[in-house]
C-alpha cells in the first residue's frame, strides 16, 4: 500500500490500493462501500445510485487541433474546450484528493499484446475497483511489475458532482474524455459502466490509426480451426445469447478488434444484462455470477438471493465478471480471422428473411445502417413497429465517421474472403402483432448451417427489394418462412410492408451518403 503513490498523477493520498483480489475488495466494499453486500450465489452487490445507465448526453470530447479532422462531431461526439476539460479535470482530482483512501487497477486492453492498451483506473469505490479487474485484462505479477507509465487513465470520480453552471457542461454529469492526454474524466455519475465503454471509446479512435477495426461484437471461434465468426446485433436481437454456443468457443460478448493476424477481445470480462435472468434461459451467465462478479443494481430477498425479476432500482440491472467464469472461453481471447460475419437483427415488420447473403458493397450498407426494429408501444394511436438504427451497430461509442469502420470491414472481407449473412431473429408471417417470432431453435439451426458451410453452397435467390441473396433452403427449418413473402397469407400486405421498410432505409442512410466515400455503399441503398 504504501509503496505505491500516484503524485504523477497529482494525487496526494497516502492510502493506495493497487490491483487488491477480488476477497481484500469485497472486505473493503464492506467496510467502506454504503450498502455493498454479498449475495447467496457470492458476487458482491453494490449500487451506482441516481445513475443507473450510461448517460450519452452528457459525454465530451475535448476538441484538439491534433484530432478534430478525425472526430465525427454531432450528437455522439459534443466538443469539449480544452479550459473547460482542464476545469472538470482538477474538480475530479479536488475530490480524489480529500479521498481517504482511493483505488488503483491497472490492466489491459486487448489481448493481442501487439495492440493492447495499458490502462490505469483510479476510483474511490471498491466495487468500482473491482468492476475494473473483472472487465479489463488482469495481468501477471510480472507485468504489473513492468506496468510503468500507463497508456490511458480513468479519474472516477464518479460520487462528486459537475458544475452544472458551467457553460460546456449544464449537468452534474460530466463523462470527458481527452484524446490528446489520453484521459477520461467522470463526474456525478457512479454508473460502473461508464468505464467500461470509455476505454471502448478510445479503442474505437486508436485501432482504426493503425489499420485495426474495432467492433462492438461478440466473437466466437471454431473448436478445431480456431477461425472466428463475428456476430453484430442491437440489443434484443440475440447476441449474446447465440454467442453462447457450446459447439464453439467464445472469444468475447461484446468489444473486439479484427488486426493482421486475426480476432482479439478488448476485454478481460462480461458485462450482462440481468433482468430476469434464469438458469434455463442463461445457464453459462447464471453460473458466471459467483465469488469475483459484481452485481449491479439487482434487489435481494431476506435470504440474500437475488430476484432477478425485480425491476424496482431499475431494469438495466447488470453483472459483470472474468471472461474465463465461462466455461467454453478460449483464453487468451484470441482467434483466426473470421470466415463468417453475421448482421443480427430483430426485424418486427417481419419483412427481411431468416437468412440472407450480403456482398462486400452489402454489408458496408447494413453494417453503417446499423438495424433493428423495436415492437409498438403501448401509446394510443401507435399500431406498428418502430425502426432504429444506430451506424456500426455501436452508434454510441464511435469516435470517426462511420465510413471508416465500413471500409475497413469491406476491405478486411475482401482480403480474407470472410462471407457474410443478415440473419432476422424477428417476425415471420407478418408484422408483431400478426405474424410469429422466429423460433430460437431455427436461428441457431441457421447460425450452424453458417459455421459448417452448408447454407454457402445452397443456391440463392435475390430479394426483389432489397437485392441480397436470400437462402431459401436450411436443413431443419421450414421452407416456408425463408422466403418472407411466401409466409405471409396477404402478399400485397407485405410488398407495402417491404416498400416501407426499404423507404426507412434509405431515408436513414442520407445522413451519411454525403460523406461516404466508399461509393458501392451509396449504391446499395439505392
Known amino acids: 500500500m504504501n509503496s505505491f503513490d500516484l503524485r504523477q498523477h497529482e494525487l496526494s493520498v497516502k ?4 490491483n ?9 466494499a464492506i467496510r467502506y462501500d454504503r450498502e455493498a453486500t454479498i449475495a447467496e450465489n457470492g458476487a458482491l452487490v453494490a449500487y451506482s445510485g441516481e445513475k443507473t445507465g450510461r448517460s450519452p448526453k452528457d459525454k465530451r470530447i475535448v476538441k484538439n487541433p491534433a484530432s478534430e479532422r478525425d472526430v465525427w462531431w454531432g450528437t455522439t461526439n459534443v466538443p469539449f474546450d480544452a479550459k473547460s476539460y482542464r476545469t472538470v479535470r482538477q474538480r475530479a482530482l479536488d475530490y480524489l484528493n480529500v479521498c481517504d483512501r482511493l483505488y488503483c487497477f491497472d490492466g489491459f486492453a486487448g489481448w493481442d499484446p501487439k ?16 468492476f475494473m479487474h473483472t472487465m479489463l485484462i488482469r ?24 458544475d452544472r453552471l458551467m457553460a460546456d457542461v449544464g449537468s452534474k454529469t460530466c463523462v470527458s474524455l481527452s484524446l490528446e492526454d489520453r484521459e477520461l474524466v467522470i463526474l456525478g455519475t457512479e454508473y460502473a459502466g461508464e468505464m467500461k465503454k470509455g476505454v471502448f471509446t478510445v479503442a474505437n479512435y486508436f485501432a482504426p490509426k493503425r489499420g485495426v477495426l474495432s467492433m462492438h461484437c461478440s466473437a466466437t471461434a471454431d473448436k478445431q480451426t480456431r477461425r472466428s465468426s463475428l456476430l453484430f446485433g442491437l440489443s434484443g436481437t440475440g447476441k449474446t445469447t447465440l454467442s453462447a454456443d457450446p459447439k464453439r468457443y467464445l472469444i468475447g460478448d461484446d468489444e473486439h478488434c479484427w488486426g493482421d493476424d486475426g480476432v482479439f477481445n478488448i476485454e478481460g470480462g462480461c458485462y450482462a444484462k440481468a433482468v430476469n435472468l434464469t438458469s434455463e434461459s442463461e445457464p453459462d451467465i447464471f453460473s458466471a455470477l459467483r465469488f469475483g462478479a459484481v452485481l449491479e443494481n439487482v434487489v435481494l430477498e431476506e435470504d440474500h438471493s437475488v430476484d432477478y425479476a425485480d425491476v424496482s432500482i431499475t431494469e438495466n440491472t447488470r453483472g459483470a465478471y472474468p471472461i474465463n467464469f465461462i466455461r467454453n472461453s478460449l483464453i487468451p481471447c ?3 480471422h473470421p470466415t463468417d460475419v453475421i448482421f443480427l437483427t430483430c426485424d418486427a415488420f417481419g419483412v427481411l428473411p431468416p437468412v440472407s447473403s450480403l456482398s462486400p458493397e452489402q454489408a458496408m450498407f447494413h453494417f453503417i445502417s446499423g438495424y433493428t426494429a423495436k415492437v409498438a408501444g403501448t401509446e394510443v394511436g401507435i399500431k406498428e413497429p418502430s425502426a432504429t438504427f444506430s451506424p456500426c451497430f455501436g452508434g454510441p461509442f464511435l469516435v470517426w465517421h462511420p465510413r471508416k469502420y465500413a471500409e475497413l470491414l469491406a476491405a478486411k472481407i475482401r482480403k480474407y474472403n470472410s462471407r457474410v449473412w443478415l440473419v432476422n431473429t424477428g417476425w415471420s408471417g407478418g408484422a408483431y402483432g400478426v405474424g410469429k417470432r422466429i423460433k430460437l431453435v431455427h436461428t441457431r439451426t441457421i447460425i450452424d448451417g453458417i459455421h459448417n458451410g452448408t447454407l454457402a453452397k445452397v443456391r440463392t435467390q435475390p430479394d426483389p427489394f432489397f437485392g441480397f441473396n436470400v ?17 405471409w397469407a396477404d402478399k400485397a400486405s407485405y410488398d407495402f410492408a417491404a416498400k416501407r421498410l426499404l423507404q426507412l432505409f434509405q431515408e436513414n442512410f442520407k445522413k451519411y451518403e454525403g460523406d461516404v466515400l466508399a461509393t458501392e455503399a451509396a449504391d446499395a441503398a439505392a
Do not use: M, W
Open 15 to 18: 492510502e493506495i490500493h493497487r
Open 20 to 28: 487488491l483480489p477480488p476477497s481484500v475488495l469485497y472486505v473493503h
Open 115 to 130: 495492440y493492447r492498451i495499458k490502462v490505469r483506473v483510479i476510483c474511490s469505490r471498491p466495487y468500482h475497483a473491482l
Open 139 to 162: 495481468p501477471t505479477a510480472e507485468e504489473l511489475s513492468a506496468f510503468s507509465q500507463p497508456d490511458f487513465v480513468i479519474y472516477n470520480a464518479g460520487v462528486f458532482p459537475a
Open 334 to 336: 484470441v482467434a483466426g
Open 471 to 487: 437462402v431459401p433452403e436450411c436443413l431443419g427449418v421450414p421452407n416456408e418462412i425463408l422466403v418472407p413473402r411466401n409466409s
